[in-house]
């Protein structure tokens, strides 16, 4: 069974740009959330997609954004890219809504310069 | 105060000695995670939890509800266990996941 899948796994922009993340997630899971890694903060929560709907969303500025597919796979954006959003960004899937294992993706390294 | 405590920060060990990581938690859940991340970035599932314990090979994880506290054990430690752990709790307010700062543990041959 293959595991969760994130594209690109490295990517470097610059400040104003931005960038959109993919993440698969194991086939049957219908829950994608999205993290955010820095070494100041660890590791945030930024939303959660079941079923095409977000469903809970964390406290991240509206430059973040995400949507599902009707196959579950989910993209992320930032727009406007800023120093601070340099970070592995995370994605895990589940088979439900807030419940069950959760299965993580090895990341996207973003790097702003 | 954050919402997800976890204790200690730092742990040095020598390979077969028992560990133990604590999380402590302030918001009501509807589970808890613990997880593990080596070097590199990439994060495993431990376990989930809602009561009680459970036991994977060497790893135990507990919680205790009416007081807000989970306890990771690593029996027989080895090298291969260095890691950072991290505590997740899902539920709160928001019921999302929210995340303790992680404990770095080395395990020395």
């Known amino acids: 069974k293959a595991g969760v899948t994130q594209t690109p796994r490295y990517l470097i922009k610059t400040r104003g740009q931005q960038v959109t993340l993919s993440c698969s997630p194991i086939?049957?899971?219908?829950?994608v959330s999205w993290y955010q890694q820095t070494p100041g903060q660890g590791l945030q929560f930024l939303f959660e997609?079941?079923?095409?709907?977000?469903?809970n969303k964390g406290n991240f500025p509206g430059r973040f954004s995400g949507r599902q597919f009707s196959n579950s796979r989910s993209e992320m954006n930032v727009s406007t890219l800023e120093l601070g959003d340099s970070a592995l960004y995370l994605c895990?899937?589940?088979?439900?809504?807030?419940?069950?294992?959760?299965?993580f993706g090895e990341g996207s390294r973003l790097t702003v310069l | 105060k954050n919402e997800v405590e976890q204790s200690p920060q730092n742990l040095t060990a020598q390979e077969g000695e028992f560990i133990t990581i604590n999380c402590s938690y302030s918001?009501?859940?509807?589970?808890l995670h613990w997880l593990q991340q080596h070097p590199g970035g990439g994060i495993v599932s431990l376990f989930m939890?809602?009561?009680g314990k459970k036991k994977h090979g060497r790893l135990i994880a507990t919680i205790n509800i009416q007081e807000k506290h989970s306890s990771l054990h690593i029996t027989a430690s080895h090298p291969r266990d260095s890691a950072v752990y991290i505590c997740?709790?899902?539920?709160?307010?928001?019921?999302?996941?929210?995340f303790g700062k992680g404990t770095k543990l080395s395990v020395k041959p």
């Open positions: 997609y079941f079923s095409e709907t977000q469903r």
């Open positions: 997740a709790v899902s539920g709160g307010s928001q019921g999302n996941l929210i």
């Open positions: 086939s049957g899971h219908r829950s």
């Open positions: 895990a899937s589940s088979l439900w809504l807030n419940t069950g294992e959760l299965f």
């Open positions: 939890l809602s009561s």
């Open positions: 918001v009501g859940i509807s589970a």
